[in-house]
């Protein structure tokens, strides 16, 4: 199994740039979201969806967007990159619903530098 | 809202030592407790979570942490740590209500090193 994929593993971008990080899980869950994390700081959620069509925002959404068109894909969009968005993100799914709790799965993280 | 306080940022100690990492949470309703383990250049993985019944859970290489209530704390215990333990590990919180289950607060995280 694949698990959790995230592309690109590095990513440098210019003040004002777009990019898109995609995320590709093939474990079939229906919980996927986006965590950055920076030192000191642990892992804050940006945005997080429950199912293909559902989204909603965590604690530092602004500057990002994130759309759930498929079960598999979960991308976050940077419309306009800022310095302050340099981090390591890292995408998470996990199954959800009622029953027995399921812990999350991590990608490998995309490491994005705003200069 | 809940929130995760790991009180040492790094812990160095020497390989057969023992060591404790500690992780204080805040929350108004009960929760699931989680240590993640993050070697370098990866992604976080589960080294073991707190659901319900026993308060003293293991995980498979040896680590165990005990979930208690009355001090709000779910330290990570290990009795001999090798130098394949160095890495950096964080404690998560989540409340058990539906529709919040899977956002997990973590804590700012603790680097592990183990020297020879």
């Known amino acids: 199994n694949a698990g959790v994929t995230q592309t690109p593993k590095f990513q440098v971008l210019k003040t004002g740039q777009s990019m898109t990080l995609q995320c590709a899980q093939d474990m079939n869950h229906e919980y996927m979201s986006w965590y950055r994390q920076d030192p000191g700081m642990g892992l804050r959620l940006i945005h997080y969806?429950?199912?293909?069509?559902?989204?909603d925002q965590g604690e530092v959404p602004n500057g990002y967007n994130v759309s759930r068109s498929t079960t598999e894909d979960f991308p976050l969009r940077l419309l306009s990159a800022a310095p302050s968005q340099t981090s390591v993100y890292f995408c998470?799914?996990?199954?959800?619903?009622?029953?027995?709790?399921?812990?999350?799965?991590f990608g490998n993280g995309t490491r994005l530098t705003v200069t | 809202a809940q929130s995760v306080t790991q009180l040492d940022s790094q812990v160095p100690v020497f390989e057969e030592a023992p060591v404790e990492l500690r992780c204080n949470y805040s929350?108004?309703?009960?929760?699931?407790l989680f240590w993640y383990v993050q070697y370098p250049n990866q992604g976080l993985q589960l080294l073991l979570k707190y659901l319900s019944g026993s308060t003293l859970v293991k995980s498979i290489n040896g680590f165990e942490a005990e979930f208690n209530k009355s001090q709000t704390s779910f330290h990570l215990r290990k009795p001999s740590v090798h130098i394949s333990d160095t890495a950096e590990y964080f404690c998560?919180?989540?409340?058990?209500?539906?529709?919040?289950?899977?956002?997990?607060?973590f804590g700012s995280g603790t680097q592990l090193t183990v020297l020879p």
């Open positions: 998560a919180v989540t409340s058990i209500s539906s529709g919040s289950a899977r956002q997990l607060t």
């Open positions: 929350s108004s309703v009960s929760v699931y």
């Open positions: 998470a799914s996990s199954y959800y619903g009622s029953g027995t709790y399921s812990p999350l799965h």
């Open positions: 969806s429950v199912g293909a069509g559902i989204t």
